[in-house]
């Protein structure tokens, strides 16, 4: 039942604003249902998530209106509430967006709260040296003259019936203990170790071969050959990147694209997880290198990556510590990225339960999913 939604003037030119409130009057377990890890119906979470305009809407001959942000807040009575965001990357990556949750949320637990250092908002202060802003606005006007839109249509409800939602914890004894079997391997066999062997690349690794194993065991990648192509693509921080300073409180969006390939037969066979961590180490590490080197292929390497099946995306960062984000009700009890039910992605958020530890949630049809949960924990199992 919806008790409340009110429409904002943003403070951006061009940009909207649009809050919404509901009362869920059917109880609903926020332990069991809502906070859980097991697999659960991916539609029980969309009611809980506001939507964006699918495409612009123009005010005038010059100016056109875009959503920037939605938010929903579902009350369950006597049980808790529940908190649905959604943004345009345009205005905000995940660090950006990060600080202004928490941001909004220390005025709520405490209004004597005083923001040490303004948002900086100084485009400047990222250096062009590529000529990136035209290969990119001439890439925008493309699209849009294409496709008359800027943000993805939301599927309809009968794409996702058969798919669920569950969360796996990558621990750091399994982080661990996966490094050592990688580098115990590479003497063994005389191979290169991979460069970057981090919890973030270890679980990627990991999950990345288990993935392309289930949508094999399920007849999804039955049609291609073992020579081909698979890719993982994931977005890295930037401002952290470059070889000169940007302040920490820059508000926008900078991020950097990477693209790991390897062969579906290599992912699949016993050195599946070694070679992976290969191929996404070097990948972060051409990145940490050089941020902007090969920007200029980004849009070319995105379209190739969306056009081949399978593939995994990577969206999120256990770097962001979402968990530390109080309104003054305490920690959250789960946080879902509920995009993952129509990208195609993985979701890493830092573990709840363990420092240190990773948060990995997918969502899948039922019958991959469950052999996604047997293969996740068999690996383990073999690794240790």
């Known amino acids: 039942m919806r008790t409340g939604k009110k429409e904002r003037k943003s403070p951006l030119p061009g940009a909207s604003l649009a809050v919404e409130i509901t009362r869920q009057p059917k109880f609903m377990s926020t332990n069991s249902l809502m906070t859980g890890d097991r697999p659960r119906d991916v539609?029980?979470?969309h009611p809980l998530v506001p939507s964006l305009e699918s495409s612009l809407q123009s005010s005038d001959d010059e100016i056109e209106t875009v959503p920037l942000l939605a938010v929903?807040?579902?009350?369950?009575?006597?049980?808790g509430l529940c908190i649905g965001l959604a943004y345009h990357h345009v205005a905000a990556d995940?660090?950006?967006f990060d600080n202004f949750i928490k941001t909004w949320a220390s005025f709520h637990k405490d209004s004597s709260f005083s923001i040490m250092a303004m948002p900086s908002y100084d485009r400047?202060?990222?250096?062009?040296?590529h000529g990136l802003e035209a290969i990119f606005l001439n890439e925008w006007r493309r699209k849009k003259s294409?496709?008359?839109e800027m943000v993805i249509v939301t599927k309809s409800k009968a794409e996702f019936s058969d798919k669920v939602r569950a969360t796996f914890v990558m621990g750091l004894t399994e982080m661990e203990k996966i490094k050592r079997w990688i580098v115990t391997e590479c003497k063994r066999k005389n191979l290169r170790e991979p460069v970057h062997l981090s919890p973030y690349v270890v679980t990627c690794a990991f999950v990345w071969v288990c993935f392309m194993k289930a949508a094999a065991h399920e007849g999804v990648a039955g049609k291609y050959l073992n020579d081909y192509p698979s890719y993982l693509g994931f977005n890295a921080g930037g401002l952290n990147r470059f070889?000169?300073?940007v302040p920490s409180t820059y508000f926008g969006n900078c991020v950097g694209f990477g693209r790991c390939e390897a062969t579906r037969g290599d992912l699949m066979g016993e050195n599946g997880i070694l070679?992976?961590?290969k191929a996404i180490g070097d990948t972060v590490k051409k990145l940490d290198k050089a941020l902007l080197g090969e920007a200029?292929?980004?849009?070319?390497d995105w379209e190739v990556f969306f056009r081949s099946e399978p593939h995994m995306m990577v969206v999120g960062s256990p770097k962001l510590h979402l968990y530390e984000t109080d309104f003054g009700w305490g920690w959250p009890s789960k946080i879902e990225e509920i995009s993952i039910d129509q990208c195609g992605a993985i979701s890493l958020t830092e573990s709840r339960c363990e420092r240190g530890g990773i948060e990995v949630g997918l969502a899948l049809p039922s019958p991959q999913m469950d052999t996604f949960a047997s293969l996740f924990d068999q690996g383990l199992k073999a690794k240790m």
């Open 275 to 277: 070679l992976a961590a």
């Open 43 to 45: 539609e029980e979470f």
């Open 72 to 79: 929903k807040v579902t009350v369950f009575p006597n049980s």
């Open 94 to 96: 995940g660090r950006t």
């Open 296 to 300: 200029e292929r980004w849009i070319s």
């Open 243 to 245: 070889d000169y300073r």
């Open 124 to 129: 400047t202060l990222v250096i062009d040296r």
């Open 146 to 148: 294409a496709e008359h």
